[in-house]
């Protein structure tokens, strides 16, 4: 790969995706891994077949594709159920993640990635995709709030937030870290001074 590849993660509410296109308006390009995974569900992958046999038809639309709602609902109830889908999806996932990455003309490619300490997720045999990564942080307080104005309520908000990985093991991979709980000037800045170290690691 000759892009400098860069793992972007952060809780749900820290403002990931916020400073994900702070980096692209710099000239960085971005690549949201939540897409690339939805693209494994979709009914021309090659995964498709194995996981309608796996978790049965009722996970399908009328047209056919999967519900991804209705599939969530049986995987997120069982970690054993869960581990069967990620055994299919993972390795596609990072095997779209890596041809990608190859075709990618742009110096630095941002890894838009919510789950990075959870899972091997933008791995190719136990080595990660990205040479840096980029965490994002906010209080507890302001991503409650964040996400009940996206309509969730304190509960579910408070739910998802637990589900995912600590602060505290984010940091433990973290080569930057960005604290997202003041203005947009500074979150602006702080992005900015990044991508100078960004440039600078790269042309090392």
């Known amino acids: 790969m000759q892009t400098f590849c860069i793992g972007l993660t952060g809780g749900i509410g820290a403002g990931k995706s916020t400073v994900a296109e702070m980096f ?4 960085a390009s971005v ?7 939805h693209s494994v569900l979709s009914r021309t992958s090659n995964e498709y077949e194995e996981i309608v046999k796996l978790f049965g038809e009722e996970i399908l639309n009328p047209d056919k594709t999967i519900n991804r709602a209705a599939l969530g609902q049986i995987v997120f109830n ?14 596609g996932i990072n ?3 890596f041809n990608i990455l ?10 838009d990635m919510a789950v990075l300490v959870e899972q ?34 304190k509960e579910d908000a408070d739910a998802r ?29 702080q992005t900015f001074t990044c991508w100078e170290m960004l440039c600078d690691w790269m042309n090392e």
């Open 78 to 91: 069982s970690e054993r159920q869960l581990a069967k889908l990620e055994a299919i999806t993972h390795p």
């Open 161 to 189: 937030m637990q589900s995912q990985a600590t602060d505290k093991e984010r940091r433990l991979v973290a080569d930057l870290i960005i604290c997202n709980d003041n203005s947009l000037q500074d979150l602006q800045l």
């Open 24 to 27: 692209q308006s710099l000239g």
């Open 102 to 111: 190859e075709r990618q003309t742009s110096e630095i490619t941002i890894l």
């Open 95 to 97: 095997k779209r993640l």
């Open 120 to 153: 091997p997720l933008a791995q190719i045999d136990g080595a990660p995709l990205y040479q840096k990564v980029i965490v994002v942080e906010a209080s507890y307080e302001n991503r409650i709030e964040r996400l009940q104005m996206r309509g969730l309520t």
């Open 31 to 37: 690549i949201n891994v939540d897409e690339v995974g």
